[in-house]
């Protein structure tokens, strides 16, 4: 094995039983890492200094081949009925079989951090076998100083090696991709895609299994602080403004994605931002389309012309093309990803029936409710088979990766909101004048408006109607928004058929929600929205 790089000498990948007669690249920087991948043949260089890489089969998470060993640290505070559970014995095959196929392969190793408050870290060495890959989790975890290289030490080990195909037989997978998930040793085996998001996202995970125990909040969200000191969380799932709306030029962002909450206020789990770029615009959203043209960002699935110029427009490799890039690409990103408790927290839904107003303002139990219930909806063409609007209700804005009960985060969630009195708004990014094919997408110019009401308390003074079917408040009127949007019902040519849209999707939330109703409070039950009769 020749190493290459800075590293902890103590702490190398051969201390845990993972050997290769290939290079070991240890911490190498950005020139190295392109260097790599284009010579290797991984990915390309784009027309403005950007690396593009495409993740072939996989151009998403493979949720239903993500595993988590059962064993005495998981079997009893686990959320079985989201996780799938991999026996120990065969964790240990996975294991031998990934070390073997480590065989002669040159490896790259990052030491980097989860989480900026220091109190709360969770060192993480990832080892890959794609030098772009390696460049991918660079930028998306924070990077310690050069300098505390020498003496880090993981708590946790991420391995992607995306040539390795599982054997469900011999490993008890579904299939031959595997992202299998020792939380005893805190051991995460990744194979059979190249999609890079896998790994931030098994951080993500370990993190909300291990924090809550310390009073932390793991939470899915983006965050912003005003020149006030004012803090504000987006929860929301991908798709419904999470990064757009918190990359605001007039607030400093804290991140895009993932946050705890604790003692200290709110801190981000990163260091970058992993951005959907489908259609994406320089002129709605300018800061985040300068990273994709940027040397040091990651493209992902984005194809380009002849003269190596990406186009954002084109989804013929995936509607889910990404770029992922370190925070301070941002010119208003914090520089500590830190920030005082939340005055104001959000959740963005993308409602595709076009039932939702565009803004509401939430009780901490209805807050509860929709916390738990991670409403949106996919859209016709995001999916294949997907031929009209189909809710997506994803506990907690984040199912995918909570290892316990939604219920767990939801009493935290509550504490917090109640200990630190912060006001609650749901905000549409969806659909007005009808649902997805007879309406129009929300004027992001009008949600921009109405979020800046919410954020710098304007909007409290506001007048309120109570909605029939969700019974949250909806401001009558915005200072330099449409009045027309703020009612649904009223954007809707025919209105009987808004009232029979929204009784639907009245009735997906109360069906979904009954598998939470156990778990619960009565106050939370009784903020369940309700079948309102139809308005003349």
Same mark, same amino acid.
């Given at each position: 094995?020749?190493?290459?790089?800075?590293?902890?000498?103590?702490?190398?990948?051969?201390?845990?039983?993972?050997?290769?007669?290939?290079?070991?690249?240890?911490?190498?920087?950005?020139?190295?890492?392109?260097?790599?991948?284009?010579?290797?043949?991984?990915?390309?260089?784009?027309?403005?200094?950007?690396?593009?890489?495409?993740?072939?089969?996989?151009?998403?998470?493979?949720?239903?081949?993500?595993?988590?060993?059962?064993?005495?640290?998981?079997?009893?505070?686990?959320?079985?009925?989201?996780?799938?559970?991999?026996?120990?014995?065969?964790?240990?095959?996975?294991?031998?079989?990934?070390?073997?196929?480590?065989?002669?392969?040159?490896?790259?190793?990052?030491?980097?951090?989860?989480?900026?408050?220091?109190?709360?870290?969770?060192?993480?060495?990832?080892?890959?076998?794609?030098?772009?890959?390696?460049?991918?989790?660079?930028?998306?975890?924070?990077?310690?100083?050069?300098?505390?290289?020498?003496?880090?030490?993981?708590?946790?080990?991420?391995?992607?090696?995306?040539?390795?195909?599982?054997?469900?037989?011999?490993?008890?997978?579904?299939?031959?991709?595997?992202?299998?998930?020792?939380?005893?040793?805190?051991?995460?085996?990744?194979?059979?895609?190249?999609?890079?998001?896998?790994?931030?996202?098994?951080?993500?995970?370990?993190?909300?299994?291990?924090?809550?125990?310390?009073?932390?909040?793991?939470?899915?969200?983006?965050?912003?602080?005003?020149?006030?000191?004012?803090?504000?969380?987006?929860?929301?799932?991908?798709?419904?403004?999470?990064?757009?709306?918190?990359?605001?030029?007039?607030?400093?962002?804290?991140?895009?994605?993932?946050?705890?909450?604790?003692? +200290?206020? !709110?801190?981000?789990? &990163?260091? *970058?931002?992993?951005?959907? /770029?489908?259609?994406? %615009? #320089?002129?709605?959203?300018?800061?985040?389309?300068?990273?994709?043209?940027?040397?040091?960002?990651?493209?992902?699935?984005?194809p380009l012309d002849e003269a190596g110029i990406p186009?954002?427009?084109?989804?013929?490799?995936?509607?889910?093309?990404?770029?992922?890039?370190?925070?301070?690409?941002?010119?208003?990103?914090?520089?500590?990803?830190?920030?005082?408790?939340?005055?104001?927290?959000?959740?963005?839904?993308?409602?595709?029936?076009?039932?939702?107003?565009?803004?509401?303002?939430?009780?901490?139990?209805?807050?509860?409710?929709?916390?738990?219930?991670?409403?949106? +909806?996919? !859209?016709?063409?995001? &999916?294949? *088979?997907?031929?009209?609007? /189909?809710?997506?209700? %994803? #506990?907690?804005?984040?199912?995918?990766?909570?290892?316990?009960?939604?219920?767990?985060?939801?009493?935290?969630?509550?504490?917090?909101?109640?200990?630190?009195?912060?006001?609650?708004?749901?905000?549409?990014?969806?659909?007005?004048?009808?649902?997805?094919?007879?309406?129009?997408?929300?004027?992001?110019?009008?949600?921009?408006?109405?979020?800046?009401?919410?954020?710098?308390?304007?909007?409290?003074?506001?007048?309120?109607?109570?909605?029939?079917?969700?019974?949250?408040?909806?401001?009558?009127?915005?200072?330099?928004?449409?009045?027309?949007?703020?009612?649904?019902?009223?954007?809707?040519?025919?209105?009987?058929?808004?009232?029979?849209?929204?009784?639907?999707?009245?009735?997906?939330?109360?069906?979904?929600?009954?598998?939470?109703?156990?778990?619960?409070?009565?106050?939370?039950l009784s903020a369940a929205p309700r079948f309102a009769?139809?308005?003349?």
């Amino acid at each position: 094995m020749t190493e290459v790089g800075p590293r902890n000498p103590g702490a190398g990948i051969d201390t845990l039983g993972l050997a290769t007669t290939g290079r070991v690249h240890y911490n190498l920087r950005e020139a190295e890492l392109y260097e790599h991948a284009i010579r290797r043949g991984e990915a390309k260089l784009t027309a403005h200094g950007a690396l593009v890489a495409y993740t072939g089969q996989h151009t998403g998470r493979s949720a239903k081949d993500k595993f988590t060993v059962r064993d005495a640290t998981t079997a009893a505070p686990l959320w079985w009925d989201n996780n799938r559970a991999m026996a120990p014995e065969h964790f240990e095959t996975l294991w031998a079989d990934f070390v073997a196929h480590a065989g002669d392969r040159d490896l790259f190793v990052q030491d980097l951090v989860g989480g900026a408050d220091p109190n709360e870290a969770l060192p993480v060495r990832v080892i890959t076998e794609h030098a772009w890959h390696s460049l991918f989790i660079r930028n998306l975890l924070i990077r310690p100083a050069r300098a505390a290289i020498a003496s880090f030490v993981p708590r946790m080990t991420v391995i992607d090696l995306p040539s390795f195909r599982a054997d469900p037989a011999r490993h008890g997978t579904r299939s031959e991709t595997v992202v299998a998930i020792d939380l005893t040793r805190m051991l995460v085996l990744i194979g059979g895609t190249g999609y890079a998001g896998e790994m931030k996202k098994s951080v993500f995970t370990a993190l909300n299994f291990l924090l809550p125990a310390r009073g932390v909040m793991p939470m899915h969200c983006s965050a912003n602080v005003g020149p006030d000191g004012d803090t504000a969380i987006f929860f929301g799932l991908s798709g419904t403004g999470k990064t757009t709306l918190s990359a605001d030029p007039s607030r400093t962002l804290i991140g895009d994605d993932e946050h705890g909450w604790g003692a +200290a206020g !709110v801190f981000n789990f &990163e260091g *970058g931002c992993y951005a959907k /770029t489908i259609r994406l %615009s #320089a002129a709605a959203e300018p800061d985040i389309h300068a990273t994709t043209r940027r040397f040091g960002t990651v493209l992902e699935n984005i194809p380009l012309d002849e003269a190596g110029i990406p186009d954002l427009d084109d989804e013929s490799v995936t509607e889910n093309t990404r770029a992922a890039y370190p925070l301070d690409f941002i010119a208003n990103a914090s520089p500590t990803g830190r920030a005082g408790h939340p005055r104001n927290i959000i959740m963005l839904t993308a409602d595709a029936f076009g039932v939702m107003p565009p803004i509401a303002r939430l009780t901490p139990e209805q807050a509860m409710y929709h916390f738990i219930s991670g409403y949106t +909806a996919k !859209v016709a063409g995001t &999916e294949r *088979g997907v031929t009209e609007p /189909t809710p997506e209700f %994803s #506990a907690c804005f984040g199912s995918p990766f909570l290892p316990l009960h939604p219920s767990e985060y939801g009493r935290l969630l509550k504490d917090l909101i109640a200990r630190h009195e912060a006001t609650c708004w749901l905000v549409n990014t969806g659909w007005t004048g009808g649902a997805y094919g007879t309406g129009r997408r929300m004027p992001i110019a009008a949600t921009r408006a109405l979020l800046a009401a919410a954020l710098d308390g304007s909007l409290n003074g506001a007048d309120f109607r109570t909605d029939p079917n969700f019974g949250f408040a909806v401001p009558l009127s915005v200072p330099g928004v449409d009045a027309a949007i703020l009612d649904p019902r009223e954007t809707w040519s025919d209105r009987a058929a808004y009232d029979r849209q929204a009784r639907r999707l009245v009735g997906m939330f109360i069906d979904n929600f009954a598998k939470f109703e156990d778990h619960a409070d009565a106050d939370v039950l009784s903020a369940a929205p309700r079948f309102a009769e139809a308005a003349e």
